[in-house]
DNA sequence: TGTACATCAGTGAACGCGCGTTCACTGATGTAC
DNA sequence: TGTACATCAGTGAACGCGCGTTCACTGATGTAC
């Protein structure tokens, strides 16, 4: 074996990044502490030495994904075009790799039903999301807060279709006239 | 006890019904045989006599709450307005009855996360939805997408939304801008 | 209408399984001298 | 630099629990005469 501290925090965020890509894929009720801990090469009993318990997991796990799914959509760094924005965000590649994309739409109605504590760390990023659409807009919250619901709701739609060709135009579609909407 | 074949039949539609309703309050994976069947007051052996097994009710109560949150929409019975749906969609009374409302909205990340068979089902029923808001837009269908895809993104970012003023916000700001894509 | 019997809806004990969590233990790491 | 020892990251057996599913059984329902 090797123990040392250094491989320690190694440890903890190779499990957190394990985490962050398990919740997106798969739900948040569907992470398992002997599932997660084998896929990172360690053994079930070692988890509680990183993290309080499942929950505590849960929660850092949620906010790293969100964080992630951010990091994409250009918030914090240099400021994105709004079309910039929407090309990626409804994207074929964004739609098929829901395990590193926006967690927002990944996992928006596990949190629906979720406690407090998964809610408000979602609620923190939606609003971070609007805040960076708006800013794309020129500072038009309202048009930011529908640029962002129909983003958001037209790639959960995207992959749900089971017909790749009609979840391709769903994407084409919101896209072409969420443009428009930065235009006029 | 009483076990005639009416009484039966109306046992599964119990079953079924309160399946629905779970489905949407807490999601697909969390309905256990057990408790629903407690719930409507028989015990848990008694499920197969009703259904061949436990994934073979949850596909039936999916497209159960899918026609139930349609028969909402007006699709099917006397053609809506665009205004009207809107604003029935995306009001506080939808937000917070998430067990009796759209099921596209309160299971999007599930289904797309699950098998085919789920999937399947929901794109029918996505469709569905597309046409009749596309009817209701005078047949304009990427109109239509627009505006569903809108819908569901802000009816689930409203229910994500821990403060009820912001929250109230979304379904607001969402609402008044669809409709000036209805008059346009 | 009344009796005898087959049917079958629902019961509840039992199964194997995976879950989250605890804990005594191991052995490498890191430190004190 | 070398030795002795405390620390502590990770191991894996064990726990109680709830799950989906099976099945022998019970007793009311429904039918044949």
Do not use: W
């Not at 040392?4 to 990044?17: C, D, F, M």
């Not at 894929?25 to 079930?44: F, W």
């Not at 409804?90 to 994309?101: A, E, F, I």
């Amino acid at each position: 074996m090797g123990h040392s501290q250094a491989e320690k925090a190694q440890n903890r965020e190779r499990i957190l990044a394990a985490a962050a890509r398990e919740v997106r894929e798969r739900g948040l009720e569907a992470v398992s502490v002997g599932t997660l801990m084998k896929s990172v090469g360690l053994t079930h009993g070692g988890f509680y030495g990183h993290f309080e318990n499942r929950e505590a997991l849960l929660a850092e796990a949620l906010e790293r994904a969100l964080l992630e799914g951010e990091a994409k959509v250009g918030a914090g760094g240099a400021p994105s075009s709004f079309p910039d924005i929407v090309r990626g965000y409804l994207s074929g590649k964004h739609r098929d790799s829901r395990d590193s994309g926006c967690a927002v739409a990944a996992l928006a109605s596990d949190v629906a039903r979720a406690d407090a504590a998964p809610r408000e760390i979602m609620t923190e990023h939606v609003e971070t999301f609007f805040e960076t659409v708006s800013r794309s807009l020129g500072g038009d919250e309202e048009r930011a807060i529908l640029a962002v619901s129909a983003m958001v709701g037209a790639l959960m739609l995207s992959r749900v279709v089971a017909d790749p060709s009609r979840s391709d135009a769903i994407l084409t579609v919101v896209r072409d006239q969420l443009a428009g909407l930065g235009a006029s």
